[in-house]
């Protein structure tokens, strides 16, 4: 059973700070790795999908990882604004024939950038 | 291009009554998945429909069922509601074909904040 942690639960930074989150999981047949953004009482926005045969993906100021083997992804923001604040979550979809639709989260990083 | 459209935004219930939820995919999209979220157990899969067949369900009591129609729209049901089927009910949607599930990823709605009193 696939699962998916992040770390860590909650950061802090100054604005212009670049910053690290991390993602694991437990399973490493995925067919990709996808980073979200949840602002409070909203839906999810996808911000990058890192398809199992690939290493990163860039987009604008956001970089992410994929390390299949040691089952970590890191989304890495390059000095953070206060828009940037929200939830940011990782979601895996694994591999097989079962997995239609199945996307299995973290538990999410809360992202707080002050002026 | 207009985006996945939920309906209702807001809803409160009582205990033992039962909910339909409404979603509208993304023009072109096939398939529709709906997740519940919480505070303690965060983001669930509930269950996948893709022509109106259900190709993946995750594990939840049978209360929580589901249908897909012809246009892809789609709609979930939770019968017998309890306080703890308080939570934001998501649904998400995409073109669903097997063989892109590599690249493709899901487009999601506001959800549907469902309170049990």
Redesign the interface.
């Known amino acids: 059973k696939q699962e998916v942690t992040q770390i860590p639960a909650a950061l802090s930074v100054p604005e212009g700070e670049n910053l690290v989150l991390n993602c694991s999981f437990t399973d490493s047949a995925i ?2 790795l ?1 980073w ?1 953004r949840q602002d409070p ?6 911000l990058l ?1 890192i ?3 690939q290493r990163e993906q860039t987009s604008g100021r956001l970089n992410a990882s994929l390390d299949k083997s040691s089952g970590r992804s890191t989304l890495y923001i390059a000095a953070s604004q206060p828009g940037d604040s929200a939830t940011y ?1 990782c ?1 895996a ?1 694994n591999a097989g024939g ?11 990083t809360i992202l707080t950038v002050h002026p | 291009k207009a985006g996945v459209t939920q309906t209702p935004r807001y809803l409160i219930k009582t205990r033992g009554q039962q909910v339909t939820l409404s979603c509208s995919p993304i023009s072109g999209h096939r398939s529709v998945s709906w997740y519940q979220q919480t505070p303690g157990q965060g983001l669930q899969f509930l269950f996948e429909y893709f022509s109106e067949t259900q190709r993946n369900k995750g594990n939840f009591p049978g209360r929580f069922s589901g249908r897909q129609f012809s246009n892809s729209r789609s709609e979930m049901n939770v019968s017998t509601l309890e306080l703890g089927d308080s939570a934001l009910y998501l649904c998400a949607s995409s073109f669903g074909l097997a063989g892109a599930r590599t690249q493709e990823t899901q487009y999601f709605g506001p959800g549907t904040r469902l309170l049990v009193l």
């Open positions: 067919y990709n996808q979200f009482g909203k839906g999810l926005t996808s999908l398809q199992s045969s979550l979601a979809l079962t997995s239609y639709g199945k996307l299995t989260f973290g538990q999410g």
